[in-house]
């Protein structure tokens, strides 16, 4: 047995960056760091003249300019962090519960699709467990950035439990929806 105060016998955390928004954040937070040292560095220098009282009227001005410099950097540092231009667009999700409406849920996407294409729609697949019958989806475009997506019944008996699928674009592997859809305890063909 590990004795839970021992640092070293601690498991090792998940890698950075693996939660969504992560370098976002971090680029957030490191702009913010950087304006609040050099702001500090700056009253830290003027705090010291003024407790020598070599503090004059030139050092004021000199002091407000180099603030607006630190400022505007920390604006466009912040600005520049937009994590859309270094990350992978991330896929709508979408959740269903058999038996309960909606059946239909619309799903806005981070890249527009190709209007001639109809997306892909993978089969549905229980968690946990092995093969068995699944709901079935199927997915419409309904504008450039827009999908319709509808969860259709099976008529068959289900396992309870999470499924998921997921809405591709033709020919791409990358998910543009992910798909989830609950199927309650006690739920039974002819059920909406």
């Keep these: 047995m590990t004795n839970p105060t021992d640092k070293s016998a601690r498991p090792a955390t998940p890698p950075l960056g693996s939660f969504p928004g992560y370098k976002r954040a971090l680029g957030v937070y490191s702009a913010w760091l950087r304006a ?51 990350e992978a667009p991330k896929p709508a999700w979408l959740s269903f519960t058999l038996g309960q409406l909606p059946t239909s849920l619309p799903a806005t ?36 950035n827009k999908l319709l997506v509808t969860l259709h019944a099976p008529e068959s008996e289900l396992l309870p439990g999470e499924y998921v699928g997921f809405v591709k674009a033709a020919g791409k592997g990358t ?6 859809v609950r199927v309650p305890p006690g739920w039974r063909p002819g059920l909406p």
């Design 175 to 180: 998910p543009l929806v992910v798909v989830s």
């Design 36 to 86: 609040a040292s050099q702001q500090g560095e700056l009253l830290t220098g003027a705090w010291g003249k003024m407790r020598r009282g070599r503090y004059e009227t030139e050092d004021w001005f000199q002091a407000m300019a180099r603030s607006l410099d630190i400022t505007v950097e920390a604006v466009k540092a912040l600005w520049s962090t937009d994590s859309k231009s270094s």
């Design 109 to 144: 996407l981070a890249e527009a699709l190709d209007p001639v294409e109809d997306p892909d729609v993978t089969e549905l697949a229980l968690l946990g467990a092995a093969h068995s019958s699944a709901p079935r989806i199927a997915a419409q475009a309904v504008g450039p």
